[in-house]
Nanobody
Framework: QAQLTESGGELVQVGDSLRLSCAAS????????LGWFRQAPGKEREFVAA????????FYADSVKGRFTMSRDNGKKMVYLQMNSLKPEDEAIYYC??????????????????WGQGTQVTVSS
């Protein structure tokens, strides 16, 4: 059974850094696009970053470009999101997802079938 488990979310201050991790199991990670999305209260789930299969190409939302860095380790079945210079608007539940759809859909949450339970990132000013 395909499963994703996020971790690393916590309460931080504005300007701090944080690294989220996502552990995958039950499926061949190397064959999947992997994405990070976030959802704030009352808002829709939005794209943050993604890595096309099997890895090496990364895509970022404009709002996080230059501050967040995504990486993946197919051998360890791990996905990471390094977040620097955190802002209040980064506060959300962060989810990792896995997808096999065409690359054109990599930024669309509805194209991901497998999701983790999410990890809360709280940014305090």
């Amino acid at each position: 059974q395909a499963q994703l488990t996020e971790s690393g979310g916590e309460l931080v201050q504005v300007g701090d850094s944080l690294r989220l991790s996502c552990a995958a199991s039950g499926f061949p990670v190397i064959n999947y696009h992997l994405g990070w999305f976030r959802q704030a209260p009352g808002k829709e789930r939005e794209f943050v970053a993604a890595s096309s299969r099997p890895g090496g190409h990364y895509f970022y939302a404009d709002s996080v470009k230059g501050r967040f860095t995504m990486s993946r380790d197919n051998g360890k079945k791990m996905v990471y999101l390094q977040m620097n210079s955190l802002k209040p608007e980064d506060e959300a539940i962060y989810y990792c997802g896995a997808s096999t759809v065409a690359l054109s859909g990599i930024r669309q949450p509805e194209m991901y079938r497998t999701w983790g339970q999410g990890t809360q990132v709280t940014v305090s000013s």
